[in-house]
Each structure stands twice: as C-alpha cells, then as structure tokens.
C-alpha cells in the first residue's frame, strides 16, 4: 500500500484508519467523495464553498496541531512537527514547511509546493501541481477554461494560512492548469 509519510506515522500511531465505514483522522470523521461531486457542489455557490472550504481548512490544521500537542504528551511518540506548526514558521523551517505541504497534501486536491513564503507581510505564494478540481473541470467540458476553476483549493489554503500567519487572509488562484497553464498558482495574503 502506497501512502504519503504523515499518514503512514498516522496509521502507525492509530490517528488514521478506514474501517466499518468510518474514516478517522486525527480524531474526526472525513467522507470521501468523487472529484466530479466536489466540483457540482462548488458550482452550486462558489463564494460559499470558499468560505466553507476556509473555514474547514482552518478547523482541520488547528485540530491537528492542537491533537498533535495533546497526543505528543500522553504518548511521547507524535509528529513534533505538526505540533510545531503552532508557532510562526520562517522561511528557513525546511522540516515545518515540508510538514504543512505533506498535511495539505491529504486533502487529494493536488500536490502543494509553497513557492514563497513571508511571515511578516502575511503574504505567500503557493503552486499546486496536478489539481484534481483543474483535471475533473476539463474532462467535464472537454476544453480550456477562461478563467480559474480551483475555487475550493483556494478556499482550503486561505483558512490553513490564515491559522500558520495567526491572521485571517484570503487567497486566489492566479494561474490555474485549466487554463492550460502546467500547474496552478495561488497568492494568499
Ligand atoms: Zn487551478
């Protein structure tokens, strides 16, 4: 079985499992849906998903931290790092930057690889490569999209970097692989 490191060290510590139908991580219960129902759904009220997706990608980093501390004291085994995320990262924090990417790589919405980073402007600039939202919107219709599609990708990276810079900070897509750009581009703050 393939899985990316933090689900593995997840699994390893019983915070990740699939089974009698219920999907635990961290505590909380997650629902897999197919990528065509994410985009339907995100058509119905783009502005609202973004704001759910904001909301949520906040509560989900924030649940993890804090369950990542209060674990890491009952068993002394935890990913430090997540825990570390608490805290302010700087540029220089190779291993706490790697963690963020790896945690919102779960998500399955494509692999984030943050370009930029600035703590003090509360500004960022982050690429998705592979976007699932990007892929499901141009096989659905069969084209180039004018504009960028990833409306709950930004959502999700606008509430986890509103908790990393400890400000609320919107995000928007700034180049997306729909438009027939090779990868998406997102500026938050
Ligand atoms: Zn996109």
Not at 87 to 107: H, M, P, R
Not at 116 to 140: F, H, M, P
Not at 161 to 168: D, L, R, T, V, W
Not at 174 to 184: D, L, M, V, Y
Request: net charge positive; proline share 0%; with cysteine.
């Amino acid at each position: 079985m393939a899985l990316s490191g933090i689900l593995k060290k997840l699994l390893f510590v019983r915070q990740f499992d699939i089974d009698e139908g219920k999907i635990n991580l961290l505590g909380n219960r997650e629902i897999m849906l197919h990528a065509s129902a994410i985009l339907e759904l995100q058509e119905m009220d783009e502005s609202k998903l973004y704001d759910l997706a904001k909301k949520s990608g906040f509560k989900n980093l924030a649940g993890a931290v804090e369950h990542a501390q209060v674990y890491s004291r009952m068993k002394g085994v935890f990913v430090d790092e997540i825990a570390a995320l608490g805290k302010k990262i700087g540029e220089t924090d190779q291993g706490t930057i790697k963690t963020l990417q790896e945690i919102f790589n779960v998500y399955g919405l494509g692999e984030m690889v943050i370009q930029e980073i600035d703590n003090k402007a509360n500004q960022a600039l982050v690429a998705i490569k592979d976007s699932t939202i990007a892929g499901e919107w141009v096989r659905k219709n069969k084209r180039k999209s004018k504009s960028a599609v990833c409306t709950i990708t930004a959502g999700v990276l606008a509430g986890v970097f509103s908790y990393i810079f400890g400000k609320e900070v919107d995000c928007a897509e700034i180049k997306c692989k729909a438009q027939g750009n090779s990868f998406c581009l997102f500026k938050i703050g």
